[in-house]
């Protein structure tokens, strides 16, 4: 069959930490990887694998030990396509993210507050050795699954349109507490809406001027779950929030040799306090 377009693996191995108030460097290689294969001229195909850590600071227990660095592996297969002479552009993609070494608390381990295991006093003596068990440990682990999918349409010489779509289940699949295992992740938005509009003048003094527009709509955020007084285990969820952008874009040349480019955003403008936060 014809050979792939693009084929390429990296490797990229760097110092990822180093604190200097506490004299602390370590280093790690971070693989990637990603193909592309375009059967026909108008259709790609890719996947692409990385690591990373998405969290560079370094947590500690309550005795000052450094924990494992939190790790993030992720996945992503999808497709491309350009119809109806390229005004349409069509892409659909599958993706998982595994995080795991997520700072999680222990209440069966000691702390700097107890007594260790044979009596003895904490390492600060200054602390009340009666104090609560419970200790933070890096034995969160956490896994997204997702499909995104996105519409760019070229409406006319000036006028585009893009729709997205991405749809993420988020859900605990290691924790130090059974009974959160399979539960969703708190925090993560299980369905995202988004329309971006744009028009660029082409002609006349507004030459070179683009105005558009972002709406992006989100669902109800699970966030987590708490035990009630009365009515036993209640789940807390955040409504879901609506967010419009707007900006201005002007290119223009200074001196036939120069081009520049000047941009205006105005985020968030029904200020709805939801939506902080929303890419």
């Known amino acids: 069959g014809p050979e792939p377009d693009v084929a390429g693996f990296n490797i990229n191995a760097a110092g990822v930490i180093n604190n200097i108030f506490r004299n602390e460097t ?143 289940d988020a859900r605990v699949i290691a924790d130090t507490d059974p009974a959160l295992i399979g539960q969703r992740d708190g925090g993560a938005i299980r369905n995202t809406y988004t329309a971006v509009g744009k028009y660029t003048f082409s002609d006349g003094a507004l030459n070179g001027l683009t105005l558009g527009s972002a709406l992006r709509f989100t669902s109800d955020r699970y966030l987590t779950q708490a035990m009630g007084n009365v009515i036993g285990v209640v789940r807390l969820w955040r409504p879901g929030a609506q967010r419009v952008d707007v900006f201005a874009t002007y290119r223009f040349r200074v001196a036939d040799k120069y081009n520049v480019k000047l941009q205006l955003n105005v985020d968030n403008l029904l200020k709805d306090e939801r939506a902080v936060g929303m890419a």
């Open 26 to 168: 370590r280093s790690d290689s971070l693989p990637s990887g990603g193909l592309v294969y375009s059967p026909k001229e108008n259709l790609q195909i890719y996947g692409a694998i990385t690591r990373s850590y998405p969290n560079l600071n370094i947590a500690r227990n309550s005795f000052g030990d450094p924990l494992p660095l939190q790790q993030s592996r992720s996945g992503e297969i999808g497709v491309r396509t350009q119809l109806l002479n390229d005004a349409v552009t069509l892409g659909v993609a599958a993706y998982r993210i595994t995080d795991q070494n997520r700072v999680v608390d222990n209440p069966a381990l000691f702390n700097i507050n107890t007594l260790d295991v044979n009596g003895n006093n904490p390492r600060d003596p200054g602390l009340q050795p009666n104090a609560p068990m419970g200790a933070r440990v890096a034995a969160g682990q956490f896994r997204s699954e997702g499909v995104e999918v996105d519409v760019n349409v070229q409406l006319s010489r000036n006028l585009v349109a893009r729709f997205e779509y991405a749809y993420t």
